[in-house]
């Protein structure tokens, strides 16, 4: 009976969108839909800071900054997302913060390290976290701490490396700190490269463990990781139809609860851009990229405008500002979908991982707890196909979680999975009720979440009318 009580988890998302939950403390793992934010290029919510901007300038500042940020949290929350990374907004040279001035000062484009504190706190009432991009890869040539030989950075421009010393580590440490006294950000996105110490990281994660979390970018097995191998092989799987997924799954993977999985960052080429210059249809091809991404274990990795989706069409990171009033509905609806499925699936957060059936183009895996078991299916072929699954008792089926499916045992004892093509589907496996509560209880969810969010907006340009 435990297994049919999925329908009552569903139920409680309703509660979701009222009742905060409980923030999780720092571990050596982290389950969060991470929502990463360039911020100079997101919104601008107060002209005071524009010192100045020229928008027609692509190395320029644009105007975005931390109070824009504050005004789009209620939506930032309402499509599903547990966590904001925002990219660097210490002092720097630049719009995207990449070569650091000063670890322990604000760039003054993007606000107040009192505003910071505000969305950090109006962060934590809509149950969101707050990460902020650490960068000790590189610094500005004129950073304190940095080396006399000069370097061509991420994005073109001339960097030093950090001079790491017992004096520079102190630094560093002292600068996290700061951070969290100061504004309470609940962690760090840690960018680093081959010339880092991993001792510099390990004690940097070890030092503030107790208040915050750690996510190391440009550095491997040392606590919790972006995916980068992930990112490669994924985008060149769903970039277009035909590929198999399974090499992903093989001896070897890299898929781990201590891993971040992304599709695209600020870092690369934008997915969307991929998948269309390959001439296929970007919304297609993100389902099944977020389907993937919302169901492996670890934490998952969006940036800003893929629910438009975003594409500068350049093969070069894109770093415009957010399109975020041409938002695509088909993409949002099943991010928000995925979200909601995530939040009360405990085989999702915290199963097992086993790749089942592999047909075609089309991959099967299963995500299992003690008590729950899922069945997540994608094709990424050409044509429909058709997964005959064994070991599942006659009494149960398969409920479709995404799609209204129902998929109960045959006469040669197996459940038949069939897929459109380019279509994925998740599945709980429960007692053969013939009914899908899924659906009806999503529906009292999406509409119950729909009234908080028109409440909160309502609020929050009561808010603005009033100052």
């Known amino acids: 009976m435990n297994k049919i009580r999925f329908g009552w988890l569903s139920i409680i998302a309703c509660i979701i969108f009222i009742i905060p939950i409980s923030q999780v403390d720092a571990a050596d793992h982290l389950d969060e839909r991470i929502y990463y934010i360039l911020v100079d290029r997101f919104v601008n919510g107060n002209n005071d800071n524009d010192l100045p901007i020229n928008i027609e300038d692509p190395e320029a500042y644009h105007g975005g900054d931390i109070a824009g940020v504050i005004d789009t949290l209620a939506e930032i929350k309402e499509k599903g997302f547990t966590a904001i990374n925002l990219s660097p907004i210490m002092a720097s040279?630049?719009?995207?913060?990449?070569?650091t001035l000063d670890h322990q000062a604000i760039n003054?484009?993007?606000?107040?390290?009192?505003?910071?504190?505000?969305?950090v706190e109006q962060a934590h009432e809509h149950d969101l976290k707050i990460i902020l991009d650490f960068v000790i890869s590189q610094v500005s040539p004129a950073h304190p701490f940095a080396?006399?030989?000069?370097?061509?950075?991420?994005?073109n421009q001339q960097v030093s490396n950090l001079e790491l010393t017992s004096d520079s580590n102190d630094y560093i440490i002292e600068a996290a700190q700061f951070w969290i006294n100061e504004a309470g950000v609940d962690g760090f996105h840690l960018y680093v490269n081959?010339?880092?110490?991993s001792q510099v990281v390990e004690q940097f994660q070890d030092t503030i463990s107790d208040n915050a979390f750690v996510i190391a970018e440009g550095i491997e097995n040392v606590g919790i990781t972006m995916n980068q191998a992930?990112?490669?092989?994924?985008?060149?799987?769903l970039k277009q139809p035909s590929q198999s997924l399974a090499p992903l799954f093989e001896e070897g993977s890299t898929i781990a609860a201590n891993k971040v999985?992304?599709?695209d960052s600020v870092l690369t080429n934008r997915f969307t851009f991929e998948t269309a210059s390959e001439g296929y249809?970007?919304?297609?091809?993100?389902?099944l990229a977020t389907t993937l991404l919302y169901?492996?274990?670890?934490?998952?990795?969006?940036?800003?405008?893929?629910?438009?989706?975003?594409?500068n069409g350049e093969a070069e990171p894109d770093h415009r500002m957010a399109e975020l009033n041409k938002e695509d509905e088909e993409i949002t609806k099943h991010i928000e979908k995925l979200s909601r499925i995530r939040e009360v699936s405990p085989a999702l957060t915290s199963g097992e991982f086993e790749l089942v059936d592999q047909v075609g183009a089309m991959t099967v895996f299963k995500r299992e707890t003690a008590d729950e078991t899922m069945y997540v299916a994608i094709n990424n072929d050409t044509k429909t196909q058709v997964a005959m699954l064994e070991g599942i008792n006659s009494d149960m089926q398969l409920t479709g979680l995404l799609e209204d499916d129902i998929v109960r045992e045959q006469e040669d004892g197996t459940h038949r999975i069939v897929l459109d093509r380019e279509t994925s589907n998740i599945f709980i496996v429960e007692e053969n009720t013939g009914f899908n509560w899924f659906f009806i209880t999503m529906m009292i969810a999406i509409f119950g979440g729909f009234i908080a969010f028109v409440i909160a907006f309502n609020s929050r340009v009561k808010k603005h009318q009033t100052k």
């Open 261 to 263: 999985n992304y599709m």
């Open 281 to 287: 249809h970007p919304v297609t091809r993100w389902k």
């Open 230 to 237: 992930f990112q490669q092989d994924a985008v060149n799987m």
């Open 93 to 99: 040279e630049s719009y995207h913060g990449f070569d």
């Open 147 to 155: 080396s006399q030989e000069q370097a061509e950075g991420l994005f």
């Open 295 to 311: 169901t492996l274990p670890g934490s998952s990795l969006l940036y800003q405008g893929v629910e438009v989706p975003m594409d």
């Open 194 to 197: 081959e010339t880092t110490n």
């Open 108 to 119: 003054q484009h993007f606000g107040t390290v009192e505003e910071l504190r505000e969305l």
